[in-house]
């Protein structure tokens, strides 16, 4: 298995390079009214309307203003599509069985909610997120379509 490997903060994540549209420099995003706080704005994509999520917020971590090495993933998962706003692309990593570790126990369902696994790499723990969990309901598209 392949997986992309990003920065968000101090902390690696990684995502199935098959959910990967695209790879784009950050540009300024328009706000989109009541939203989440982890929904940094939306962006024009080739005409079409993008939410972008910011990675950090929505796994809990301190928010962060984008800088020049900042990009947006464009991911997809069925018919869903967000911007995942990172510090940076890290690596292409492949993936053995053996390299792959689960979830520890927390005592909440939160952690397993967001991350499929752990990856361990050199002396690094990678976590891999879920992509269907990380995206905006159906709700938050509409009202991105309709602004």
């Keep these: 298995m392949e997986l992309l490997s990003v920065r968000s903060g101090a902390q690696e994540f990684a995502m199935d390079i098959r959910s990967i549209r695209e790879i784009r ?5 328009t706000y989109l009214p009541h939203a989440p706080g982890f929904i940094k704005g939306m962006i024009n994509l080739r005409g079409t309307v ?11 971590l301190p928010a962060w203003e ?21 510090d ?3 690596d292409i990593i492949t ?5 792959r570790q689960p979830i520890p126990e927390t005592g909440t369902a939160a952690p397993k909610e967001f991350l499929e696994g752990l990856v361990m790499l050199d002396n690094r723990i990678i976590s891999v997120i ?14 991105a379509e309709a602004v």
């Design 130 to 143: 879920s992509i269907p969990a990380l995206m905006p309901d159906a709700e938050m598209q509409e009202m």
């Design 66 to 86: 984008p800088g020049p090495a900042s990009v947006v993933v464009v991911v997809e998962a069925g018919d869903k599509v967000a911007g995942l706003l990172v």
């Design 25 to 29: 420099g950050w540009i300024a995003s």
């Design 50 to 60: 993008l939410v972008v999520v910011d990675l950090a917020v929505r796994l809990g």
């Design 95 to 99: 993936v053995t069985d053996d390299m």
């Design 88 to 90: 940076a692309v890290c």
